[in-house]
């Protein structure tokens, strides 16, 4: 089956750079939700990265089907797991102490739960999983993970959301020390989307 469209499931443009940057060798045409003409208020009410991938991937592969748009759907849903607090806050990272809170706060929460843990239990990692459905209805899921520790303190000015406490011993250094296009070759969503376009590649896109 021949398809000529990839909608990315996501209104973020930053993402729509990234996912630009990693999908554009791979022929068919890469559009974002609202170039697709696609607005659909999606429930992320799953409790997996991959049941939210596809739900939101599902949700607009529907809107699509009925507006006649052939096309595959990709979505992402990924999120911050921290080993000594039971891999929270997880699928709820966006939403962890409230949607509107700003990131100092959730950061400074963050690290106030850690208080006194040693860096050996300090563990945690970036996840991603990402998702796609085709217009005959097959789905696939890739997932991802960049492992690190949380940090006891902010640290670096580049990325967004939990960047600035995840410290990577690896790189010895704080994700939002990283520039950009380090971040992306590294990070759990960089990887992930590598993985789904060797997906669409096995599935002759
Ligand atoms: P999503 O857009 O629903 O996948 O939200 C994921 C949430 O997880 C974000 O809002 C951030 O809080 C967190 N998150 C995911 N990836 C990263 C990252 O690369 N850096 C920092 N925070 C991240």
């Known amino acids: 089956m021949k398809i000529d469209k990839i909608v990315f499931a996501t209104g973020n443009e ?3 750079r990234e996912i630009r940057m990693i999908m554009e060798d791979l022929g068919p045409e890469l ?3 609202k ?8 429930v992320e009410d799953g409790e997996t990265f991959e049941e939210n991938a596809m739900i939101k991937a599902s949700a ?10 052939q096309a595959v759907v990709l979505a992402d ?4 797991e921290v080993d000594y607090l039971n891999k929270e806050p997880g699928v709820y990272s966006a939403r962890y102490m409230g949607e509107d809170t700003s990131y100092t706060v959730k950061n400074a929460n963050l690290i106030q739960r850690l208080e006194g843990v040693p860096d050996e239990e300090r563990t945690a990692r970036f996840v991603c999983v990402i998702a796609a459905v085709f ?5 696939f899921a890739t997932r991802a993970a960049i492992e690190g520790r949380i940090g006891y303190e902010e640290r670096g000015q580049n990325g ?3 960047d600035p406490i995840f410290y990577l011993p690896e790189y010895g250094k704080y ?7 380090e971040k992306n070759r590294i990070s759990h969503r960089g990887k992930a989307l590598e993985e789904m376009k060797k997906v669409l590649r096995q599935e002759s896109l």
Do not use: C, H, N, T
């Open 135 to 139: 217009p005959d209805g097959r789905k």
């Open 175 to 181: 994700s939002a020390e990283l520039d950009p296009e």
């Open 60 to 69: 607009i592969a529907q809107a699509l089907r009925e507006d006649g748009v």
């Open 31 to 33: 559009l974002s939700m």
């Open 160 to 162: 967004f959301g939990y």
């Open 14 to 16: 930053g993402k729509m």
């Open 35 to 42: 170039q697709a003409g696609v607005d659909v208020d999606i």
């Open 77 to 80: 849903d990924s999120g911050l």
